[in-house]
């Protein structure tokens, strides 16, 4: 009830004129802990006067009570996060010594959208690290790695602390899944490496730990991670691949989850029985269409191909939708499905007129890999002659790039769509150094 009064616009006003930081702090604290959304207390906050007086006069722990507040609620306070990311802020902040406040305040930075580079600096300061990782709990750690990954930006001493074997050890025995998970996922999210970690979370008993009392997303993050570093979790992936755990993953997940862990099943070069056989299954393709994004959808697809598993069910739901999905797709979705389709034997008209249609938007923006595979997938799938426009962008793009970026695979590949042109009529110049590249 008293909640209620407080959102009236005359009562807000009055509070936050004759209010203090502790008084803002605790009322909107407690507001987001009994789970209310944005109110109109927060947008009275998060003005410049409030700010400025809450940054400038309250104590560590308000400042970050206040930021953890709105961030729960929902709300992006621009302003407050500004104010609180000032150098002089920030130093308020690490002084005061108490890692939560630290934890929780760039927790809140990065769940609102806003940017925080003053504070994520400092906090991978060498005196700032070595306090975060022997005196903080894992939750601590695990936030603020978890944070300063989602705003793009890098610690690299605190990711190499991480990585050391004590605290490594009081992660995943301290810490619970989502701490586990979140960390090496941030790490990874930072391309840093993380082998200790990795090699402990592969461990049986930690493993049994993140697949029996984590959620879906805690254990397709933890795999994308070690995958994407280039290391393996083989315990992890065959008890990720069981049926019961499989089951959650495809009622608890959503279309990233599933798609994440089995690109990292992939990666990793390890079998899947159970999940590649969901993965096909008519409800979670049509979830996984519907709902997920292009790159859901070409991960997917691509681990599928990098298994040699075949997936009618997969191919016939990216097929009816291949326009929609193919035109929202990035270089690298497009050019994965394409390359898996043609891989798996799918040539399906429907997919690489899609793709085809696309040519021009991806010789613009794609990578050399990109735009390789799809010459490559054109040429397998018999689609060269009838789209010779579209390959002639695209041929004409990949002889400008770089070709150290290419490896042998890529140039056999290369090579084998020059001679498929040469065989139906088409002329495709190289350029010296690739032409020569192609010969070797």
Known sequence: ???????????????????????????????ATLGLKGTALASAIDTKEVAEYLVREGKPQEISNTMWAMAKMGVEARILASAVDREEVVEKLVQDGRLQNIANTIWAMATMGAEARNLASVIDRKDVVHKLVHQGNPQDISNTMWAVATMGLEAR??????????????????????DIANTIWAVATMGAEARNLASVIDRKDVVHKLVHQG???????????????GLEARNLASAADREDVVQRLVKEGCPQTLANAIWAMATMGVESRNLTIVVDRKDVVQKLVQEGTPQNVSNTIWAMSAMKVECPGLVNGIKGDAERIIKNGNSQAVSNIAYAFADLGYYEKRVFDAVVGQAERIAKGG???????ILWSLAVAGRMKENERAVEVLWKEVNRMDVDRLGEKDWTELKLVSLFAGSEGME??????HQRKMDE
Do not use: C, H, Y
């Open 428 to 433: 495709l110049e190289a350029g010296e150094v």
């Open 157 to 178: 001493n605190l990711a190499s602390a991480i990585d050391r074997k004590e605290v490594v050890q009081k992660i995943v025995l301290q810490g619970n899944p989502q």
């Open 1 to 31: 009830m008293w909640f209620e009064v407080l959102e009236g616009e005359s009562v807000v006003q009055k509070f936050v004129r004759e209010g203090n930081p502790q008084a803002f702090s605790n009322t909107i604290w407690a507001r």
């Open 367 to 373: 990578n050399e890999q990109s735009l390789n595979n």
């Open 215 to 229: 959620n879906p997303q805690d254990i397709s993050n933890t795999m994308w991670a070690v995958a994407t570093m």
